[in-house]
């Protein structure tokens, strides 16, 4: 089911849409970078690319953050 999420970023409140399984891996992503979850959405969101939207980039950083995670336990 999509959930409607808020934060302040830069100072500016904005929302965005998220799956639950996409918005729980955040807070793990965040939680393993020893890092505020409005700091990772921070970076996340300038990082990226200034046509792209929020959910939509915040879901492309879980899939890149697991991928990474499938590849460094393949080569241990």
């Known amino acids: 089911m999509i959930r409607k999420h808020s934060?302040?970023?830069h100072g500016h409140r904005t929302?965005?849409?998220?799956?639950?399984?996409?918005w729980?891996?955040?807070?793990?992503?965040a939680a393993?970078?020893?890092i505020a979850l409005?700091?990772?959405l921070t970076?996340?969101?300038?990082?990226?690319?200034?046509e792209s939207n929020l959910s939509s980039a915040l879901r492309v950083h879980v899939?890149?953050?697991?991928?990474?995670r499938i590849r460094q336990g393949a080569t241990e």
Do not use: C, N, V
């Open 7 to 9: 934060a302040t970023l």
């Open 15 to 22: 929302s965005f849409s998220l799956e639950e399984p996409f």
């Open 24 to 29: 729980q891996e955040l807070k793990t992503i």
């Open 32 to 34: 393993g970078r020893g």
């Open 38 to 40: 409005a700091t990772l």
């Open 43 to 50: 970076e996340i969101d300038d990082a990226r690319p200034p």
């Open 63 to 68: 899939l890149e953050a697991l991928k990474t």
